[in-house]
């Protein structure tokens, strides 16, 4: 038996012994979380600093601050989120008890990336814990230190039969990719998201992607470029442009795009000072291999600014490309470093061409001071979210679902959506054994003057909320009359 057969029998056997289920038992597995990174925000730190050069500030700002809002959004409302669900009835079910139980799915696989790894690994586990599943993490091996600290602190803070902690590369997640899960939540590519979907084909499994591609930005020549261009700048370099929802490219008219250029130039230096290289709150391209891509994808294109590399540090200055052609290289993939190519085009009507030739986006970025220009972006296009005048911003919204469309994915999560996706919504209907003659309707022989009460009682619903008890016992009257009447046949 291999060490992720283990893990995975293991997870199910203490799934089966029910205690995940207990609300108090998830909630403490919550609480225990947050201790973790109250406790070891200073490792955590460290190990990311190792992996992707991000500052302990930094790390706080876009991994672990994000994760403790979600735990306390969940700790919050997991009793009304896991309570049983009221629905509408119909004429037909009003003196039955109708609702929605929801329930676990069993035992859940999480598959974590490198460029985000505590934000996109611990927030699907805090929704896995939340609907009462057992999971097992498999953190991304590219971010060798920061796995290592999760392999280490996990168990230290949770329950480690019920959520696991699995190791490794590539052979390793074929390995977990070979045993039965309940579901599966990936993040990554949409290369290795088909090759997970296949996999959990075999056992009808059901996945969240959590996917990315090309993100476009439009921007209007009517808006305050000067704060455009510092917000894009900042969604593009963050993370030395290594974000699933980082805008890709950045499309307007060629009258401003030597304008975008130098406010993209002087945000750029507003953040990353003279020289990024030295700047700490600058990151680096997670390896050589990747270091390899982004610069190959320069070829053919024009840099606007930066351009400055060092491979031996994984390096690469934010940079501008102009003029660039949709045919050019940097254009056949999604980027995932710091180029901001800038496409020309007439205006609105050919941007949402454009954006609507190319496969769904993760996100879409508008910025114009015209609502009927957003309007018209939001209403001929799709994307898996939209945003206008900002970037990135919507992945903290609790509220909203993040998740890709199409190709950038399927599923969604955080807050109340990582527990629904989590969870079996199951239908749940009681009926008590007496009133038998209204089912005299539904009984054979069928006859026109029964499908007539049929349609009268189960087309029209009932909303007890609003009609209150003294129209039930009205309802329930009518009822009995028709009881009555059936049982006179």
């Known amino acids: 038996m291999s060490r992720e057969q283990q893990a995975v029998a293991r997870a199910r056997k203490a799934f089966e012994t029910g205690r995940s289920k ?24 460290a190990a990311v600093k190792k992996d992707l050069n991000k500052s302990e500030a930094g790390t706080q700002l876009y991994e672990t601050l994000g994760l403790e809002g979600e735990l306390n959004t969940a700790i919050k409302h997991l009793k009304e989120w896991a309570a049983p669900r009221p629905v509408e009835k119909n004429l037909l079910t009003i003196s039955d008890t109708v609702y929605i139980k929801p329930e676990p799915l069993g035992v859940v696989l999480i598959i974590g990336a490198w460029n985000y790894p505590w934000a996109v690994t611990i927030q699907p586990l805090i929704g896995a814990i939340a609907a009462g599943n057992a999971a097992v993490i498999k953190p991304s091996e590219v971010c060798v230190h920061t796995a290592k600290v999760m ?45 997970i979907m296949e996999a959990a084909a075999k056992n009808l499994t059901p996945v969240t992607l959590e996917l990315g591609g090309k993100s476009p930005c439009y921007i209007d020549k009517n808006c305050d470029l000067t704060i455009a261009c510092r917000r894009v700048a900042w969604g593009k370099y963050t993370n030395c442009g290594q974000t699933c929802i980082a805008p890709d490219y950045i499309l307007c008219e060629p009258s401003i795009q030597d304008r975008v250029i130098e406010e993209v130039k002087k945000a750029i230096k507003e953040f990353y000072t003279d020289n990024p290289k ?28 930066g351009g400055d590399n060092e491979e031996s540090d994984c390096y690469i200055a934010p940079t501008v490309l102009r003029d660039v052609k949709p045919e050019a290289k940097v254009m056949q993939e999604e980027i995932f470093g710091p180029l901001l190519p800038i496409l020309s085009v007439s205006g609105l009507d050919e941007a949402i061409k454009f ?4 496969e769904k986006p993760l996100a879409l970025y508008c910025f114009s001071s015209d609502n009927k220009v957003i309007n018209r972006m939001t ?84 909303d007890l909320g609003w009609v209150g008890r003294m129209a039930l016992l009205a309802v329930m009257a009518v009822v009995a009359a028709v009881v009555l009447q059936y049982y006179l046949l």
């Open 278 to 305: 030295t700047c700490p709150d600058y990151g680096r391209i997670i390896n050589q291999r990747h270091f390899k891509r982004i610069m190959n994808m320069l070829e053919g294109s024009t840099v606007a600014a």
């Open 355 to 358: 954006i609507n030739k190319g």
């Open 151 to 195: 392999e280490d602190l996990l168990p230290l803070y949770i329950d480690k039969e019920l959520y696991p902690v699995v190791t490794g590369g590539v052979s390793e997640t074929q390995e977990l990719l070979r045993q039965r899960f309940d579901h599966i939540f990936y993040t990554g590519n949409s290369v290795v998201g088909k090759l």
């Open 379 to 462: 209403d001929e296009t799709s994307s898996g979210g939209f945003l206008a005048n900002d970037c990135l911003v919507h992945f903290s919204v609790g509220a909203l679902p993040f998740g890709g469309v199409g190709n950038s994915g399927m599923g969604c999560y955080h807050g109340k959506y990582s527990f629904d996706q989590l969870s079996h919504l199951r239908s749940c209907l009681i009926k008590k054994l007496n009133m038998e003659g209204v089912n005299r309707m539904r009984y054979p022989p069928h006859t026109l003057k029964k499908l007539g009460w049929a349609r009268f009682f189960i087309l029209n619903s009932v």
């Open 22 to 45: 207990s609300v108090e038992h998830r909630i403490r597995q919550l609480k225990n979380l947050q201790r973790l990174f109250t406790e070891k925000q200073s490792v955590i730190s």
